[in-house]
Each structure stands twice: as structure tokens, then as C-alpha cells.
């Protein structure tokens, strides 16, 4: 039997003790998938401890107390929304609204069939669709590209920036700019004979900068750039380029409007249009992500002042956008 | 893009594995219970209870019928994927840190840990009936005293199996001969992790060096090299682009004692080719411990030392990305 192995191409002859499989195409059929869980919402009950008038009222009181609510299911187009009371730790009532979404997808037999299965082990007990305890839909995150070398420089060495940074070093053995222990001098066993002179001109114009500055961390002094210390850790879009911020804009702004007349400066990573949540009408205010700074310094330059709808906008940088992220 | 976290673990998770056509995500932790979940929900489908100890490794036969995982109960267990039933059960003399299927799923092989006097070993089993893997004596079994075996594979046409060791080197083994063909020392640290790339042509490695590299099945030849300043423990080829993900992170116990600073513990992708990191993804508050593609390359999962998992499906973003060069 030969053994020769083609890279890319698999041509063998099998030893018969290790049968091939081979691979049967076993079509599609339309099976549900899912239910997606899209929205989960939880309202704790408020307990009324008022004074009761009459031992009626009291008996109605416990009933609401020790009961829960029947939970129902409405079936609304590709939506299905469940409505759950349970108690939680505290003995409260809490009101479950689950929403989710029923899609219907062509998917292959084996697929379709272990849709099917029913459920085992701890799981044995769940409902049909994710059960809360176990499935969270997480919060909406960005996959951050990064753009040329933006990668290296996140990653340099807050100590190597310290290095240009003029800390008033003094060498106790020659009283040079630089650290004892990097003294050329340094275990040779010679000393500088004239070293107070040389101390006395290094001294001088230190005086009245070293004795009464304040203490200043090193990642606020001059030079340090890398301020991992000052980084608001709850800021999302910390590595990527500031906001823009439009003003002035119409209420009968969408976000649609918006994003045409932005896309023509550059990518986009992100939009946000300040509306009202009831109404929808806009704000007056949006945010735009570029994904590039020269594509936001452009698009600041060209619609500042720039005239739409009836207005005219009012376009910047934003000053604070890690609180809007 | 919104990820779904999966909480079905109480403990790390220590490794993350799809099915073949990629509707079921398998993962186990170091609890004793390895769950099983639809990847497109997230909802779970079962949990396999009956290990005692962490459970080190799973794997699942191609046509999703037999689920495989070894435990630091020094136990290999066999289950039924669709009931949760345990089918066969081997005991070894120390934890099972490693175990796979070949792709017909007749064979498995799985390698125990080195432990007081109980050198680290590699078994061949017989996987095709539930009689066979329960009574059978291993096929083969061959004895590692050198470094013990952290990540396993399968070669070409499953002839051969590849290990990688805790000392850096990786192995691949003649399963006619039962001995090593070929001994490569390219990592320096323990190696984590190893997938092949979806012809089965290459593998990716995932090393405690910091670094994750692209070798040739056949000839344990490296290709590509991916640098990083984290370790790394898992690594995943893209089955549609030329993309890599890294996942990994400080170790717990070195937490304290590096500086703070967010992103270390992302999801990284690199192109395959160019070695270049393009885009990252956050979410794990932990070092990653295992990750792996969805077959369709449209989503991928992570499992994290925080005792989550979270399936990332990506936005039309990633797949317009075209890397500049």
C-alpha cells in the first residue's frame, strides 16, 4: 500500500482498519431558528405600606401580596412578547417582558432536525427559546480597526517618555545630569576632585524650580503622553478618533439625512442623532465618528457654516465625547 | 455587532468547540459540566453532568452524534450529543488534558497528564461503538517523558496525530508505527492551543511565548508568525478570509503585579498573511481562553477565565474590510 500525501489535494489509498466517510449533501428545508431574544425588561412592583380602613381592604392586600399574575404570551407578526411575574430575594414582585424574534430560515436537514431535540441535563426544565438565566443578550460593542500603526503606538512604554523628561537627575558621585547607577565613574573608585564645583553649577539654577514645586505624578508631567492613569476606564471609544459635533440641525432631520451628508467625507464608524424618544423629531444635535481624523477635520471644515434645510449648521469638535459615547 | 453571553459555567471556561456545520456550540469549564448550545441564539440545548473534575478538553464527532471530554477525574467520557447520556467511559491514571476525534470519528486519541510518577502518555482508541470504547484496549499507546502533551490534533487523512508540548516543541507521530516522525522546537512556552485551518493543511498555534504561528501539517514547517505582548492561548483561522484571531491575556496571577491598562484582554485579528493586527474586539473582562470560528465565518465565539462565553456575530463592516497594502 502506498503512503504519499498530495498538500491540497487529498489522494490516499486508505488501509482498510481506518474506513472513509464520505459525505452525503443532505439539502435544505425551512426550520425555525430561534427565538432570538432581543429585548429583556424587569420592573420590580412598589409595595404600598399604607394604613388600612377596613380588614377587607387587608385580605384583598395579602391576596395581591401572595399571588402572582397569570403570564402571557402575545404574538405580534415575527414578535413574540412574554410576560412573566415571579418574586425575587426581597419578596417583591417583578413583572418579566421578554421580546422575541421568530425568523424562519432555509437550513439543512441535520440542522433542522436537532432544532428539534428536546432539551437535557440542567436545561431539561427550560421553556422553549434562551432562558434568561443562562443566555444575556450583552451590551452593543464596536470591533475597533485599526488604522496603520495605530496599534504599536498604544503599546510603548510610559517609562521611555519619562526618559526625555528633565526630573532634575543628579549623580551623587559627579553630580552629572544622569542616574548614579549609570555613572561612567561608577566603580572605577574615582571621584571628581572638583565635584562641589561641578555640583554648585548644576545646583544653581535648580533652587527655586525643586524647593517648592508641588509634587506632580508622572503621568501628568510634561512629555508624558501616554496618560493610562487619567483614561476614563468607562469610555468605549477611548482609541478611536474624537466626535464631531453638528448643531442646528431640523427637527425633520433623520438619521438617513445625516449620514448622506456625511458619508461623502469618509468612512463612518458611528452616528448618533439626538432625537426624541416619543416623537422621533431630532434634537438639533448629532455626533459623527469618522474612522480617520483627516476625514473629521475635512467634514468640520466643509459644513461649518454650511447652509441646510433652512439652517445653518454649526459643526465642531466634540469637546467632551466620552460622556455622549 | 451584539454579542450573547452565555453564563452556563460557574467556573473558567477551558475550551469552546463548534460542530461541523456550526448550529452547536460545545464548551466546558473548569466546573464538571460541559454544556452544549444553539450558536445562533444562544439558547442551551443541555449540559453532560457526571464528571467529577474540570473538565480539560471536548470534542464532537463530525456528524454530531458522539460527544467526547476528558476531566481531571482521570476519566475520558463518551456522551450522546442529543440525550446527555453518558456511553463510555475510560479511566486513566491521571487527568485528561487532551482528547479528539479523527474526522471519520472511528478513532479518538487523547493523552493523559504527567503526574508523581505517571508519565504523560497518548492513546488511540476505538471510538465506533460504544462496546469497543468501554472494553477495548488502547490501539496504541505511546509514552512522553520528556514534556507533557497541552494540544492535540489530528493530521492528514488521519494517519498521523500532531501534539503540542508544555515545553514549546511539537510532535507528530506515525499511528503505524506508534513513533514520532518529526520533533519541531519553534515556541519557546507551553503551547495552548492548535487548529487547523479549514482544508486541514495548516494549523495555528497559540503559545505562553506571546506569540501564535502557522505550520504546515505535513512537514511542521513554519509559515507566519503573529506577535504579540500578551500570551496566548487560543488561536482561530477565518474558514472565508485570510484572517487569524488571537485570544489570550495576562495571566491571573501576574495581574497585580503589571501595570493597568485596558485592551489586553481583547480579541485580536490579524491577517494571515501579512502578520499585521487590523482589528480587535473587547468584552472578556479576563484573559481568553479558548476561541473558535463559526464554520459559515460569520461569527465567532469566545470563552474567557471570567466563566463566559460570547458569540460575536460580525457586522457588514468586518466583511467589507479590505486590507490596505
Known amino acids: 500500500m502506498s503512503y504519499t500525501t498530495t498538500r491540497g489535494i487529498f489522494i490516499d489509498n486508505f488501509s482498510s482498519d481506518i474506513p472513509i466517510m464520505t459525505i452525503h449533501d443532505s439539502g435544505s428545508v425551512l426550520s425555525l431558528v430561534g427565538p432570538f431574544l432581543i429585548n429583556l425588561y424587569v420592573e420590580v412592583s412598589q409595595m404600598k405600606d399604607l394604613i388600612k380602613a377596613s380588614w377587607a381592604d387587608e385580605v384583598e392586600d395579602h391576596l395581591e401580596k401572595t399571588t402572582l399574575p397569570q403570564s402571557k404570551t402575545e404574538q405580534i407578526g415575527n414578535s413574540r412578547i412574554i410576560t412573566e411575574y415571579r418574586w425575587n430575594k426581597d419578596d417583591k414582585k417583578e413583572k418579566v417582558v421578554r421580546t422575541y424574534k421568530i425568523e424562519k430560515r432555509f437550513v439543512s436537514k441535520t440542522i433542522a432536525e436537532r432544532k428539534t431535540w428536546p432539551k437535557f441535563g440542567d436545561s431539561r426544565n427550560d421553556k422553549p427559546g434562551p432562558n434568561i438565566a443562562t443566555t444575556i443578550p450583552a451590551e452593543e460593542i464596536q470591533m475597533q480597526f485599526l488604522s496603520g500603526k495605530d496599534g504599536d503606538k498604544v503599546e510603548e512604554n510610559p517609562l521611555d517618555k519619562l526618559k526625555n523628561v528633565n526630573m532634575n537627575i543628579k549623580c551623587r558621585t559627579c553630580g552629572g545630569e544622569h542616574w548614579s547607577f549609570s555613572c561612567h565613574l561608577k566603580g572605577t573608585g574615582l571621584v571628581v576632585e572638583d565635584k562641589k564645583l561641578v555640583q554648585e553649577k548644576v545646583a544653581e539654577p535648580e533652587k527655586n524650580t525643586s524647593t517648592n514645586r508641588p509634587y506632580i505624578p508622572p503621568s501628568a508631567r510634561e512629555g508624558a503622553t501616554n496618560t493610562a492613569g487619567k483614561r476614563d476606564p468607562y469610555s468605549r471609544s477611548y482609541d478611536e478618533v474624537p466626535a464631531i459635533r453638528i448643531e442646528n440641525l431640523s427637527e425633520s432631520t433623520s438619521e438617513a439625512d445625516l449620514s448622506e451628508l456625511v458619508n461623502k467625507f469618509g468612512q463612518i464608524a458611528r452616528i448618533f442623532l439626538a432625537s426624541n424618544k416619543v416623537t422621533g423629531a431630532c434634537k438639533g444635535y448629532a455626533f459623527v465618528n469618522f474612522k480617520s481624523k483627516m476625514d473629521a477635520e475635512r467634514a468640520i471644515k466643509a459644513l461649518h457654516g454650511y447652509g441646510y434645510d433652512h439652517l445653518i449648521l454649526n459643526v465642531g469638535w466634540s469637546t467632551n465625547n466620552y460622556k455622549y459615547a | ?325
Not at chain 2, 454579542?3 to 456545520?21: D, S, V
Not at chain 2, 477525574?73 to 491514571?93: A, F, H, K, P
Not at chain 2, 481568553?288 to 457588514?316: C, K, M, W, Y
Open chain 2, 1 to 325: 455587532m451584539k454579542p450573547l453571553m452565555l453564563q452556563g459555567h460557574e467556573r473558567a471556561i477551558t475550551q469552546i468547540k463548534y460542530n461541523r456545520e456550526g448550529d452547536l456550540l460545545f464548551s466546558s469549564a473548569k466546573d464538571v459540566t460541559p454544556n452544549v448550545w444553539y450558536s445562533l441564539n444562544g439558547e442551551r440545548l443541555g449540559t453532560y453532568n457526571g464528571h467529577t473534575g474540570a473538565v480539560w478538553c471536548i470534542d464532537v464527532d463530525w456528524k454530531t452524534t458522539k460527544f467526547l471530554s476528558g476531566a481531571a477525574d482521570n476519566s475520558l467520557r463518551l456522551w450522546d450529543v442529543s440525550t446527555g447520556v453518558e456511553i463510555g467511559n475510560i479511566s486513566s491514571n491521571s487527568a485528561v488534558r487532551t482528547c479528539s476525534f479523527s474526522y471519520s470519528a472511528d478513532l479518538a486519541s487523547y493523552s493523559t497528564d504527567q503526574a508523581m510518577k505517571q508519565d504523560c502518555e497518548i492513546f488511540i482508541v476505538d471510538a465506533r461503538d460504544n462496546e469497543s470504547f468501554k472494553n477495548s484496549e488502547p490501539i496504541l499507546r505511546m509514552t512522553v517523558p520528556e514534556s507533557k502533551v497541552t494540544s492535540l490534533i489530528w493530521g492528514t487523512l488521519d494517519h498521523t496525530i500532531i501534539t503540542g508540548h508544555e515545553d514549546g516543541a511539537i510532535t507528530q507521530w506515525d499511528l503505524r508505527t506508534g513513533k514520532s516522525i518529526e520533533t519541531v522546537k519553534d515556541h519557546q512556552g507551553s503551547i495552548n492551543d492548535m487548529q487547523k485551518n479549514r482544508q486541514g493543511t495548516m494549523f495555528v498555534t497559540a503559545s505562553k511565548d506571546k506569540t501564535a504561528k502557522l505550520f504546515d501539517v505535513d512537514d511542521l514547517s513554519v509559515h507566519k508568525v503573529y506577535v504579540t505582548e500578551r500570551p496566548v492561548n487560543s488561536a482561530s483561522l477565518s474558514p472565508i478570509f485570510d484572517h487569524v484571531v488571537l485570544g489570550g491575556g495576562q495571566e491571573a496571577m501576574d495581574v497585580t503585579t503589571t501595570a493597568a491598562q485596558a485592551g489586553k484582554f481583547d480579541a485580536r485579528f490579524f491577517h494571515v498573511i501579512f502578520e499585521e493586527e487590523f482589528a480587535r474586539v473587547k468584552g472578556h473582562f479576563g484573559p481568553i481562553n479558548s476561541l473558535a470560528f463559526h464554520p459559515d465565518g460569520e461569527s465567532f465565539s469566545t470563552g474567557g477565565e471570567d466563566g463566559f462565553i460570547r458569540v460575536q456575530s460580525f457586522d457588514p463592516t468586518y466583511k467589507e474590510f479590505r486590507f490596505d497594502y
